[in-house]
């Protein structure tokens, strides 16, 4: 199943900012047509589907929408393909799998949100060993 990504690189550089684009969109071609390799793999139809990998993918690529250097742009394709490649051929265990990019990142709390309703102990306790 993994042969058909052995063969996806990334051109070292891209002519101009139009080239670059054309490239990020067959990417998340191949990332899309990937998912079902993916969810036999790690057997995540019990905790995701289809249209929710494709929206984390999505997600991904759209954080760096701002980005407009195609040197930046050419080494994020590259970055995205090595984690493809390395996802699809099974270098990443399940539970890198699930942390990464299924579970919500809802779980992480900031300082802030940790002293809702504790005792004055760890209030202080928090605001001392945080810088």
């Given at each position: 199943?993994?042969?058909?990504?052995?063969?996806?690189?990334?051109?070292?550089?891209?002519?101009?900012?139009?080239?670059?684009?054309?490239?990020?969109?067959?990417?998340?071609?191949?990332?899309?047509?990937?998912?079902?390799?993916?969810?036999?793999?790690?057997?995540?139809?019990?905790?995701?589907?289809?249209?929710?990998?494709?929206?984390?993918?999505?997600?991904?690529?759209?954080?760096?929408?701002?980005?407009?250097?195609?040197?930046v742009i050419d080494?994020?394709?590259?970055?995205?393909?090595?984690?493809?490649?390395?996802?699809?051929?099974?270098?990443?265990?399940?539970?890198?799998?699930?942390?990464?990019?299924?579970?919500?990142?809802?779980?992480?709390?900031?300082?802030g949100t940790k002293?809702?309703?504790?005792?004055?102990?760890?209030?202080?306790?928090?605001?001392?060993?945080?810088?």
């Amino acid at each position: 199943m993994a042969s058909s990504l052995k063969f996806v690189r990334v051109p070292p550089n891209s002519a101009n900012i139009a080239e670059a684009r054309q490239r990020v969109f067959e990417f998340f071609k191949t990332a899309c047509r990937s998912i079902p390799t993916i969810m036999d793999i790690y057997n995540l139809d019990d905790v995701s589907s289809p249209s929710q990998l494709r929206s984390t993918i999505s997600a991904e690529i759209r954080k760096n929408a701002h980005v407009t250097n195609t040197q930046v742009i050419d080494m994020l394709l590259f970055k995205g393909t090595e984690e493809l490649s390395n996802i699809v051929e099974h270098a990443k265990q399940r539970h890198h799998i699930l942390g990464q990019y299924i579970l919500p990142h809802e779980e992480s709390q900031d300082v802030g949100t940790k002293d809702l309703g504790a005792s004055d102990f760890l209030k202080n306790f928090y605001k001392g060993n945080y810088f």
